[in-house]
């Protein structure tokens, strides 16, 4: 058994902008008003301010269940160059094809197969953004550096090592990343294809993030404590948070060589070993968790970047803990290493040529 499980098959909420930056008053809210004094006052006068809860012990409220899931890619298009926002029209538009889309990988799913349905892609809101990174300007990861491109050429040549024609093949279970082998995930979580349910708890000093893929925990201490020392590596880093605010900021250092982030884009299979993560949580509005992040890893990238992704309460997909889904995937996944390597060496045999 893989780590890939069953979904549920309801229907996606796909309508609307997801708030990023804060709550938006869009252009259409004010169309047909009257023209009465007391009407235009009304429709002129500016919006009250929002004011976010708090705890019983006074620190700002940001528990909830929530979802990341967003049809914003990481990166923008570079054919769309210095264009960081679609229109309204735009954002309709893209808006309908999106249900278009959900309707019909809905009617084409088969049971125990995947298609678009159960990914991202399919999933969540857009942003009305034209990518999740906001800093280089250019909504792209920045250059690498001269140790990044010896390490992405790595990364190719040892992905390219695994593949015979279109062909996956597994010679040991060293092949499989430590995601497949179900004992971590990579940070940041963002773009992943399922599973993009979160929950936030707080107690007085603490913040914990649990993460419905891989059933990850993070308890974040907000009392001073100093971060591990840095001989002591682990799969989710060591974090510690602070409030500036109503925004809760979390530094995450000592994460280890061994945790690769992902292959795919958007980063690439970089060891995190050096990376250092800023991350900022900030409830805009009653549905919404702006989540900032500032990757610094200065031995792969030029220069950090930073990216901004709405976490929502609002999804009918996760209305409380109990639609976070059991993430069936035992630690080290035997099975699956066990069914791949046979499955390859059975592939060889009958594929002498292709044998090294």
């Known amino acids: 058994m893989t780590h890939r499980f069953s979904r549920r098959t309801g229907a996606l909420a796909v309508v609307g902008i997801a708030v990023l930056l804060g709550p938006l008053t869009l252009a259409g809210q004010q169309a047909g008003a009257a023209t009465s004094p007391d009407r235009t006052a009304k429709k002129t006068a500016t919006p009250k301010a929002w004011t976010p809860p708090h705890t019983a012990w006074g620190d700002p409220d940001l528990q909830g269940v929530y979802t990341f899931a967003t049809q914003t890619p990481f990166q923008r298009p570079v054919a769309l160059g210095d264009k960081d926002h679609y229109t309204e029209a735009e954002q309709k538009e893209q808006e309908e094809k999106l249900k278009e889309k959900a309707k019909d990988n809905i009617a084409t799913n088969e049971h125990f197969s995947y298609n678009a349905l159960w990914f991202v892609g399919d999933q969540g809101r857009p942003t009305g953004r034209t990518s999740l990174i906001v800093d280089p300007e250019n909504g792209r990861l920045p250059p690498l550096t001269e140790r990044g491109e010896k390490l992405r050429a790595e990364n190719v040549a040892r992905l390219a090592a695994k593949r015979i024609g279109k062909t996956e093949i597994t010679r040991t279970w060293e092949d499989h990343t430590s995601y497949d082998q179900c004992l971590s995930r990579p ?49 989710n880093g060591d974090s510690r948070g602070h409030w500036e605010g109503n925004t809760l900021v979390v530094e995450s250092t000592n994460f280890t060589n061994k945790q690769r982030s992902d292959d795919s884009a958007p980063f690439g299979g970089f060891p995190q070993g050096n990376m250092r993560l800023t991350e900022r949580f900030t409830r805009v509005d009653p549905n919404t968790v702006n989540y900032v992040v500032t990757v610094t890893d200065l031995e792969v990238w030029t220069k950090p970047f930073t990216f901004v992704m709405p976490w929502r309460a609002d999804d009918p997909s996760y209305k409380g803990p109990e639609d976070l889904f059991e993430y069936a995937c035992h630690e080290g996944n035997y099975r699956m290493i066990e069914d791949t390597i046979t499955g390859t060496r059975a592939f060889l045999k009958q594929n002498p040529a292709d044998k090294q």
């Not at 000093?205 to 925990?217: C, K, L, N, P, Q």
């Open 187 to 235: 940070f940041p979580r963002v773009n992943q294809e399922y599973n993009q349910g979160v929950e936030i708890l707080q107690t007085p000093g603490f913040a914990t993030i649990f993460y419905e893929s891989m059933h990850d925990v993070r308890v974040i201490p907000l009392n001073g404590t100093p971060h591990l020392d840095p001989s002591i590596r682990q799969w």
